[in-house]
Protein backbone atom coordinates (compact mmCIF):
# COMPACT_ATOMS: atom_id res chain seq x y z
CA UNK A 1 0.00 0.00 0.00
CA UNK A 2 0.96 3.60 -0.38
CA UNK A 3 2.40 5.32 2.53
CA UNK A 4 2.93 9.32 3.08
CA UNK A 5 6.36 10.12 5.26
CA UNK A 6 6.69 13.69 6.47
CA UNK A 7 8.85 15.23 8.83
CA UNK A 8 9.36 16.65 11.41
CA UNK A 9 6.12 17.05 12.70
CA UNK A 10 6.73 20.39 14.63
CA UNK A 11 9.20 22.59 14.21
CA UNK A 12 10.97 26.16 15.84
CA UNK A 13 13.06 28.46 13.92
CA UNK A 14 14.55 31.48 14.17
CA UNK A 15 14.23 33.95 11.96
CA UNK A 16 16.75 34.60 9.42
CA UNK A 17 17.56 30.48 9.48
CA UNK A 18 17.45 28.06 7.02
CA UNK A 19 14.80 25.75 6.62
CA UNK A 20 14.57 21.88 4.75
CA UNK A 21 10.97 19.80 5.25
CA UNK A 22 11.36 16.55 3.73
CA UNK A 23 8.46 14.52 1.68
CA UNK A 24 8.60 11.28 0.89
CA UNK A 25 6.12 8.66 -0.62
CA UNK A 26 5.90 5.10 -0.82
CA UNK A 27 4.58 2.12 -2.86
CA UNK A 28 3.21 4.42 -6.34
CA UNK A 29 6.09 5.11 -8.99
CA UNK A 30 6.04 8.88 -10.92
CA UNK A 31 3.77 10.51 -8.34
CA UNK A 32 2.86 14.00 -8.13
CA UNK A 33 4.09 15.52 -5.69
CA UNK A 34 2.47 18.86 -3.97
CA UNK A 35 3.49 21.01 -1.14
CA UNK A 36 0.95 23.04 0.83
CA UNK A 37 0.88 25.63 3.56
CA UNK A 38 -2.05 26.19 6.00
CA UNK A 39 -1.85 30.24 7.72
CA UNK A 40 -3.45 29.76 10.99
CA UNK A 41 -7.29 30.40 10.74
CA UNK A 42 -7.20 30.09 6.62
CA UNK A 43 -7.64 27.20 3.80
CA UNK A 44 -4.58 25.77 2.39
CA UNK A 45 -2.77 27.08 -0.52
CA UNK A 46 -1.06 25.29 -2.98
CA UNK A 47 2.70 26.52 -3.16
CA UNK A 48 4.39 24.06 -5.42
CA UNK A 49 3.47 21.21 -7.27
CA UNK A 50 6.20 18.60 -9.48
CA UNK A 51 4.92 15.72 -12.31
CA UNK A 52 8.73 14.34 -12.13
CA UNK A 53 12.04 14.82 -11.12
CA UNK A 54 13.53 18.06 -11.06
CA UNK A 55 10.02 19.96 -13.07
CA UNK A 56 8.83 21.89 -10.05
CA UNK A 57 6.30 24.63 -10.92
CA UNK A 58 5.33 27.40 -8.27
CA UNK A 59 1.94 28.74 -7.63
CA UNK A 60 3.18 31.76 -5.86
CA UNK A 61 6.17 34.02 -5.21
CA UNK A 62 7.44 33.58 -1.84
CA UNK A 63 10.55 33.23 0.03
CA UNK A 64 10.32 29.24 -0.24
CA UNK A 65 11.50 27.00 -2.86
CA UNK A 66 11.00 23.21 -3.40
CA UNK A 67 12.96 20.50 -5.11
CA UNK A 68 12.67 16.91 -6.23
CA UNK A 69 15.91 15.01 -6.57
CA UNK A 70 14.18 11.63 -6.75
CA UNK A 71 10.80 9.94 -7.97
CA UNK A 72 9.44 9.86 -4.45
CA UNK A 73 11.22 12.88 -2.45
CA UNK A 74 10.01 15.83 -2.21
CA UNK A 75 11.88 18.88 -0.34
CA UNK A 76 10.49 22.41 0.94
CA UNK A 77 13.43 24.81 1.00
CA UNK A 78 14.18 28.23 2.23
CA UNK A 79 17.63 30.17 2.63
CA UNK A 80 15.91 32.64 5.56
CA UNK A 81 13.18 32.24 7.23
CA UNK A 82 10.65 35.20 8.04
CA UNK A 83 8.08 35.68 10.46
CA UNK A 84 5.36 35.21 7.54
CA UNK A 85 6.22 31.74 6.97
CA UNK A 86 4.93 30.43 10.16
CA UNK A 87 2.41 27.81 9.60
CA UNK A 88 1.13 24.36 8.71
CA UNK A 89 2.80 22.79 5.68
CA UNK A 90 1.02 19.80 4.22
CA UNK A 91 3.07 17.05 1.68
CA UNK A 92 0.74 15.78 -0.83
CA UNK A 93 0.81 12.78 -3.78
CA UNK A 94 -1.59 11.71 -6.47
CA UNK A 95 -1.21 9.86 -9.60
CA UNK A 96 -1.99 10.76 -13.60
CA UNK A 97 -4.40 13.37 -14.47
CA UNK A 98 -7.96 11.61 -14.35
CA UNK A 99 -9.93 11.84 -11.53
CA UNK A 100 -7.85 10.65 -8.26
CA UNK A 101 -7.91 11.13 -5.06
CA UNK A 102 -5.25 13.55 -3.25
CA UNK A 103 -3.07 11.94 -0.49
CA UNK A 104 -1.70 14.14 2.06
CA UNK A 105 0.63 13.45 4.94
CA UNK A 106 0.52 14.81 8.58
CA UNK A 107 2.01 17.63 8.14
CA UNK A 108 4.60 20.17 9.82
CA UNK A 109 3.71 22.44 11.98
CA UNK A 110 6.87 25.40 11.38
CA UNK A 111 6.85 28.84 14.12
CA UNK A 112 9.22 31.16 12.89
CA UNK A 113 10.23 33.16 16.31
CA UNK B 1 -11.24 26.80 -11.10
CA UNK B 2 -15.20 27.85 -10.54
CA UNK B 3 -15.65 29.03 -7.08
CA UNK B 4 -17.10 27.33 -3.83
CA UNK B 5 -19.38 28.78 -0.99
CA UNK B 6 -19.90 26.99 2.28
CA UNK B 7 -21.13 27.80 5.26
CA UNK B 8 -18.76 28.53 8.00
CA UNK B 9 -19.56 26.32 10.67
CA UNK B 10 -22.61 24.10 11.28
CA UNK B 11 -23.69 21.78 14.41
CA UNK B 12 -25.31 18.39 14.48
CA UNK B 13 -25.59 16.11 17.38
CA UNK B 14 -23.95 12.63 17.52
CA UNK B 15 -25.80 9.56 15.95
CA UNK B 16 -27.71 12.27 13.95
CA UNK B 17 -27.73 12.60 9.69
CA UNK B 18 -25.63 15.79 8.92
CA UNK B 19 -26.29 17.80 5.48
CA UNK B 20 -23.15 19.96 4.67
CA UNK B 21 -24.32 22.49 1.77
CA UNK B 22 -21.82 23.40 -1.23
CA UNK B 23 -22.58 26.35 -4.02
CA UNK B 24 -20.64 26.33 -7.17
CA UNK B 25 -23.36 28.32 -9.34
CA UNK B 26 -20.23 28.90 -11.89
CA UNK B 27 -19.29 25.42 -12.26
CA UNK B 28 -18.43 24.14 -15.53
CA UNK B 29 -19.59 21.05 -17.56
CA UNK B 30 -16.09 19.73 -17.32
CA UNK B 31 -16.15 20.10 -13.43
CA UNK B 32 -15.54 17.21 -10.62
CA UNK B 33 -16.78 18.16 -7.06
CA UNK B 34 -14.40 16.69 -4.24
CA UNK B 35 -15.20 16.57 -1.09
CA UNK B 36 -12.33 16.36 1.49
CA UNK B 37 -12.07 16.65 5.56
CA UNK B 38 -9.59 17.62 7.69
CA UNK B 39 -9.30 16.34 11.46
CA UNK B 40 -7.58 18.92 13.73
CA UNK B 41 -3.91 18.77 13.03
CA UNK B 42 -3.72 16.71 10.59
CA UNK B 43 -3.78 16.38 6.76
CA UNK B 44 -6.78 16.55 5.01
CA UNK B 45 -8.47 13.26 3.86
CA UNK B 46 -10.35 12.10 0.20
CA UNK B 47 -13.84 11.96 1.19
CA UNK B 48 -16.11 11.82 -1.55
CA UNK B 49 -15.90 13.00 -5.46
CA UNK B 50 -18.58 13.09 -8.17
CA UNK B 51 -19.80 14.77 -11.97
CA UNK B 52 -23.63 14.49 -12.44
CA UNK B 53 -25.04 11.48 -10.38
CA UNK B 54 -25.47 10.76 -6.65
CA UNK B 55 -21.98 9.00 -5.33
CA UNK B 56 -22.26 6.93 -2.24
CA UNK B 57 -19.25 5.12 -0.44
CA UNK B 58 -18.71 4.20 3.05
CA UNK B 59 -18.12 7.48 4.59
CA UNK B 60 -20.66 8.93 2.87
CA UNK B 61 -23.06 10.42 0.25
CA UNK B 62 -22.90 13.09 -2.32
CA UNK B 63 -25.95 14.71 -3.87
CA UNK B 64 -25.65 16.90 -6.19
CA UNK B 65 -28.32 19.10 -7.58
CA UNK B 66 -29.72 18.60 -11.61
CA UNK B 67 -28.30 21.85 -12.64
CA UNK B 68 -24.61 21.04 -10.62
CA UNK B 69 -25.05 24.20 -9.11
CA UNK B 70 -25.17 23.10 -5.85
CA UNK B 71 -24.53 19.96 -3.64
CA UNK B 72 -24.28 18.26 -0.49
CA UNK B 73 -22.07 16.36 1.28
CA UNK B 74 -24.38 13.59 3.61
CA UNK B 75 -23.01 12.03 6.95
CA UNK B 76 -25.54 9.36 7.59
CA UNK B 77 -25.12 8.90 11.06
CA UNK B 78 -22.44 11.71 12.63
CA UNK B 79 -19.94 10.20 15.74
CA UNK B 80 -17.80 12.39 17.67
CA UNK B 81 -15.09 11.84 14.96
CA UNK B 82 -16.96 13.30 12.53
CA UNK B 83 -15.96 16.73 13.96
CA UNK B 84 -13.43 18.04 11.40
CA UNK B 85 -13.44 20.95 8.76
CA UNK B 86 -15.38 19.86 5.11
CA UNK B 87 -13.99 21.24 2.25
CA UNK B 88 -15.73 21.06 -1.34
CA UNK B 89 -13.36 21.50 -4.30
CA UNK B 90 -14.10 21.87 -8.17
CA UNK B 91 -11.33 20.51 -10.14
CA UNK B 92 -11.35 21.61 -13.22
CA UNK B 93 -8.48 18.78 -14.56
CA UNK B 94 -10.56 15.80 -13.02
CA UNK B 95 -9.18 15.25 -9.96
CA UNK B 96 -5.81 15.02 -7.85
CA UNK B 97 -3.50 17.33 -6.19
CA UNK B 98 -3.05 19.62 -9.01
CA UNK B 99 -6.23 21.08 -9.42
CA UNK B 100 -7.63 21.32 -5.94
CA UNK B 101 -7.93 25.11 -4.19
CA UNK B 102 -9.40 24.80 -1.07
CA UNK B 103 -11.78 27.49 0.83
CA UNK B 104 -12.16 28.17 4.34
CA UNK B 105 -14.52 25.14 4.36
CA UNK B 106 -17.57 24.33 6.72
CA UNK B 107 -16.24 23.79 10.45
CA UNK B 108 -18.28 20.80 11.53
CA UNK B 109 -19.05 20.90 15.64
CA UNK B 110 -20.83 17.01 16.64
CA UNK B 111 -22.54 17.50 19.83
CA UNK B 112 -22.52 14.35 21.62
Known amino acids: SQTIHQWPATLVQPVGSPLSLECTVEGTSNPNLYWYRQAAGRGLQLLFYSVGIGQISSEVPQNLSASRPQDRQFILSSKKLLLSDSGFYLC????????????FGQGTRLTVV | DAKTTQPNSMESNEEEPVHLPCNHS???????IHWYRQLPSQGPEYVIHGLTSNVNNRMASLAIAEDRKSSTLILHRATLRDAAVYYC?????????????FGKGTHLIIQP
Open chain 2, 89 to 101: ILSHSGGGADGLT
Open chain 1, 92 to 103: AWSVGTGVTEAF
Open chain 2, 26 to 32: TISGTDY
